[in-house]
């Protein structure tokens, strides 16, 4: 709806439990509604996690102290800001309508922080938290994200951090992950695709630290390159990353990760990396992992990760075509299943679109999401001039020749699977 006050046009919109009023020159896109509601979805499980790990904490800590141990070191998480509910950074909030929706529809929220540049925007927050009637939650900040994070990164940090910005988000994320607490809950949204999915490999290298190549699972290459550039960012504090979901929709991919403390589990980070080597003639690809872990049955024993072996040859095994080289990619998991259940039990009605979010989420319970990248299956038969076979036959034939197989929420004609590309190119030479 819009209106005139004071002579200005006024923008009313109404989205999830927010009213909110804005001239026009703030930014708001309606298009985002999936990811506000997602990212509420994914806060309000979080934050039951969240509370209840810092009272088991807690408890742990009385029964330690109680028995005159010594306390691990990492344990409780240092510099939990809140004891009951937790406290999350919008660093860069427009409108503040995440802000507002996040306090009027996540329980066990203590303070939210909405900062926004831009003195244009911080009158808009002011006069929409006012409005909403949640200035006891929501606190408008005039801030450049990176100076408030940095001021932030000593005594009192935050639970959840959300980060929005317009395309790349990679300049926020130095001071993001040392602003926020043990445990705690980054949510980042990149928007420059074009740059992520290849169109600009050098561009890539220069934002990310990682080259983006032009491959079909291009979708999937962005989420891994974004999770690897954050981990990067993370270890040079000791810390490192546990991804909860990872989402590619519309124009953008949208991370949620768990950023912890310890210098003794960064060693493992360059064996949850890996370059790729892509085939520009048959589009096979290759992973390459940065480092192995030295005994993966006996955890506890692993010092370090040993460099892995060069790649052997720099020519396409399946068709002798010239490969390229990109990466580091983030090759560990891009989910955790069990908090992706979490978020189906608590997926309601009430979230505007609901339905999508069941959906992917369903998908993602799926998905092999530790087999890192995917094929199409229209560009697998194009490659070697066969009618498209249907998918079930595909998938059924991986089956049978003992390997698994899923789709991906990226790409109705995904194709992910273990199997070696021998096998894969085999069942679609058999058609
Ligand atoms: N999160 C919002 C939402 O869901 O509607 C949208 C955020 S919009 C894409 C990006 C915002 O970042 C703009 O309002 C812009 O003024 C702000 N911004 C850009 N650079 C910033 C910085 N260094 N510090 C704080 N805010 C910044």
Redesign the pocket.
């Known amino acids: 709806v819009v209106n005139k006050k004071d002579g200005v046009l006024m923008q009313d919109i109404v989205e999830g439990s927010a009213n909110i009023k804005t001239a026009g020159q703030?930014?708001?896109?309606p298009v985002?509604e999936f990811?506000?509601d997602l990212s509420i979805l994914v806060l309000q499980v979080f934050s039951k996690y969240f509370i209840v790990e810092k009272q088991l904490s807690k408890k742990i800590q009385e029964v330690v102290s109680y028995n005159k141990i010594e306390s691990p070191p990492d344990f409780p998480p240092k510099g939990t800001s809140s004891e009951n509910g937790i406290t999350i950074l919008?660093?860069?909030?427009?409108?503040g309508?995440?802000s507002i929706r996040y306090a009027k529809e996540i329980q066990g929220i203590k303070k939210i922080v909405a900062?926004?540049?831009?003195q244009r925007?911080v009158e808009d927050i002011k006069r929409n938290v006012e409005n909403n009637k949640i200035g006891n939650i929501v606190i408008p900040n005039n801030?450049?994200?990176?100076m408030f994070m940095y001021k932030h990164r000593q005594g009192q940090k935050f639970d959840a951090i959300?980060l929005?910005?317009?395309g790349c988000p990679s300049i926020f994320l130095d001071s993001a992950v040392q602003a926020i607490t043990d445990g705690g809950l980054l949510l980042v949204t990149a928007t420059d695709m074009a740059v992520l999915a290849g169109n600009s490999p050098e561009t890539c290298y220069a934002k990310y630290g990682s080259i983006s190549l032009r491959i079909k699972c291009c979708h999937e290459m962005a989420i891994r390159i974004l999770l690897q550039c954050i981990e990067a960012h993370a270890n040079r504090y000791s810390r490192y990353i546990v991804p909860l979901l990872s989402i590619s929709a519309d124009f953008y991919i949208r991370v949620f990760v768990r950023v912890y403390s310890g210098a003794q589990k960064c060693k493992f980070s360059t064996s949850k990396l890996s370059n790729v080597y892509h085939c520009t003639g048959c589009d096979s690809f290759v992973l390459q992992p940065l480092g192995i872990l030295r005994n993966q049955e006996n955890f506890k024993n692993i010092k370090f990760c040993l460099p892995a072996a060069p790649a052997t040859s720099q020519k396409c095994e399946h068709c002798g075509g010239t490969q390229h080289m990109g990466g580091p990619l983030w090759s560990a998991p891009l989910h955790s299943i069990d908090f992706v259940q979490r978020l189906q039990e608590n997926l309601t009605n009430e979230l505007g679109t609901f339905r999508r979010i069941g959906g992917i989420l369903q998908l993602i319970t799926e998905e092999l999401s530790d087999v890192p990248l995917y094929y199409t299956l229209e560009k697998l038969s194009g490659t070697i001039h066969v009618e498209t076979p249907p998918m079930l036959s595909v998938r059924s034939a991986i089956l049978n020749a003992g390997y698994r197989v899923s789709y991906t929420h990226m790409n109705k004609t995904s194709i992910k699977t273990d199997a070696p590309a021998n096998v894969v190119w085999d069942i679609m030479r058999s058609w």
């Open positions: 703030v930014f708001y896109n985002q990811n506000r919008e660093a860069l909030s427009a409108t309508l995440r900062n926004d540049l831009s925007a801030d450049d994200a990176i959300d929005d910005p317009y």
